[in-house]
T-cell receptor
Framework: DVKVTQSSRYLVKRTGEKVFLECVQD?????MFWYRQDPGLGLRLIYF???????EKGDIPEGYSVSREKKERFSLILESASTNQTSMYLC????????????FGNGTRLTVT | AQKVTQAQTEISVVEKEDVTLDCVYE???????LFWYKQPPSGELVFLIR??????QNEISGRYSWNFQKSTSSFNFTITASQVVDSAVYFC??????????????FGTGTRLQVTL
């Protein structure tokens, strides 16, 4: 079974802090994704990566950056956290074929105070 | 741009009732894929089903069934004889066919299903 592991289940950070959310997958998937989930808005794509060092903006990239130095690891970076980035963050991975389902981690609930 | 609409925000049913979750999508592509995911209280989204745009056959898996109608751009999900364990948020999602880089899933806003005894 594919395992997507997010390093933290809960995080509390202060406004202005630099925040790193880490995600690791163990199935050699080409694609990795970061979504945020907010009530009433569903899941919205922040960034995705289709190969090492390759990244593309999703629908809401502002205030975020990403890093993919190794195939199995995809990091989401909040350069200067703000309260409107309080949310549930979900990492996912998949094979390159768009028919393939995404496999999700358990999520990181980030609170910015 | 692609769009997925799940008009039902919350549904509450009593155990053993049948329930249908609606999903309507928009896309300009002729080749695309539709998905349903379940998010139980634990938080991890679980893949339930995928359909491609060329296959309009309905599918049944145990108590779950899916009705894909291209003419109305809908991909509805029915749970027969619902159980408390079906309580979760259900997401419908749309993916366009590969264009060289990773294809993105566009999700609906989700339907929260509450099944009570």
């Amino acid at each position: 079974d594919v395992k997507v592991t997010q390093s933290s289940r809960y995080l509390v950070k202060r406004t202005g802090e630099k925040v790193f959310l880490e995600c690791v997958q163990d199935m050699d998937h080409e694609n990795m994704f970061w979504y945020r989930q907010d009530p009433g808005l569903g899941l919205r794509l922040i960034y995705f990566s289709y190969d090492v060092k390759m990244k593309e903006k999703g629908d809401i990239p502002e205030g975020y950056s990403v890093s993919r130095e190794k195939k199995e690891r995809f990091s989401l970076i909040l350069e200067s956290a703000s309260t409107n980035q309080t949310s549930m963050y979900l990492c996912a991975s998949s094979l390159s074929d768009s028919r393939r389902a995404l496999h999700f981690g358990n999520g990181t609930r980030l609170t910015v105070t | 741009a692609q769009k997925v609409t799940q008009a039902q925000t919350e549904i509450s049913v009593v155990e053993k009732e049948d329930v249908t979750l609606d999903c309507v999508y928009e896309t300009r592509d002729t080749t695309y894929y539709l998905f349903w995911y379940k998010q139980p209280p634990s938080g991890e989204l679980v893949f339930l089903i995928r359909r491609n745009s060329f296959d309009e056959q309905n599918e049944i898996s145990g108590r779950y069934s899916w009705n894909f109608q291209k003419s109305t751009s809908s991909f509805n999900f029915t749970i027969t004889a619902s159980q408390v364990v079906d309580s979760a948020v259900y997401f419908c999602a749309l993916s366009e066919a590969n264009t060289g880089t990773a294809s993105k899933l566009t999700f609906g806003t989700g339907t929260r299903l509450q099944v009570t005894l």
